[in-house]
């Protein structure tokens, strides 16, 4: 069965403490692997795409990399701005896109 | 930009009731989509759109129907709601069909 699961569920960390959010997929044929922030009551919102296998993606405090099962967000010195759920998508063949469920991420002052 | 906007941001429905969830976006996108959003569980598509007047169903589509007259607006029709489409609903587009999406706000929907 196609599927992208994400690890942690939740994670709670403190300003400063540095660390990694996964995503494993069983799905094949993979065209795109999406990392989008989404905030309570509110859509997702994109941060990065990655294509292959060894390809990595910076911007701000985040980090995206991409093996070819898994994908990581590594979060450095994080902010209490970056308390969100953050959503992995893989993008397969023509309409197949298959969401995690995400990892809740909250950073405490 | 406005991007991608939606309306109503929550409607309560009864058993049974019909309503159009709206969807408009304004980069001129080609690629649009409907997903519902449940607790616990990744988002599923429902619909998609490539192009004003193609519409094709996602993984989810019983209970629904959509229409694409114009490039810009995406509804998505609710025939006979059912409790188990309580749910956010969440519209979105694309410049093509692997690049990424941007969604619009959500719609909070209940049905009792």
């Known amino acids: 069965e196609d599927q992208v699961t994400q690890s942690p569920e939740a994670l709670r960390l403190q300003e400063g403490e540095s660390s990694s959010l996964n995503c494993s997929y069983t799905?094949?044929?993979?065209?795109?692997l999406f990392w989008y922030r989404q905030d309570p009551g509110k859509g997702p919102e994109f941060l990065f795409t990655?294509?292959?296998a060894g390809e990595e993606k910076e911007k701000e405090r985040l980090k995206a990399t991409l093996t070819k099962k898994e994908s990581f967000l590594h979060i450095t010195a994080p902010k209490p701005e970056d308390s969100a759920t953050y959503l992995c998508?893989?993008?397969?063949?023509?309409?197949?896109?298959?969401f995690g469920t995400g990892t809740k991420l909250q950073v405490i002052p | 930009n406005a991007g991608v906007t939606q309306t109503p941001k929550f409607r309560i429905l009864k058993i049974g009731q019909s309503m159009t969830l709206q969807c408009t976006q304004d980069?001129?996108?080609?690629?649009m989509y409907w997903y519902r959003q449940d607790p616990g569980m990744g988002l599923k598509l429902i619909y998609y759109?490539?192009?004003?007047?193609?519409?094709d169903k996602g993984e989810v589509p019983n209970g629904y129907n959509v229409s694409r007259s114009t490039t810009e607006d995406f509804p998505l029709r609710l025939e006979l709601a059912a409790p188990s489409q309580t749910s956010v609903y969440f519209c979105?587009?694309?410049?093509?069909?692997?690049?990424?999406?941007?969604f619009g706000p959500g719609t909070r929907l209940t049905v009792l």
């Open positions: 979105a587009s694309s410049y093509s069909l692997y690049n990424e999406q941007f």
């Open positions: 799905v094949s044929g993979l065209r795109g």
């Open positions: 990655l294509y292959s």
């Open positions: 998508v893989h993008r397969g063949g023509y309409q197949k896109v298959t």
């Open positions: 980069m001129n996108h080609n690629y």
């Open positions: 759109s490539v192009g004003a007047g193609i519409t």
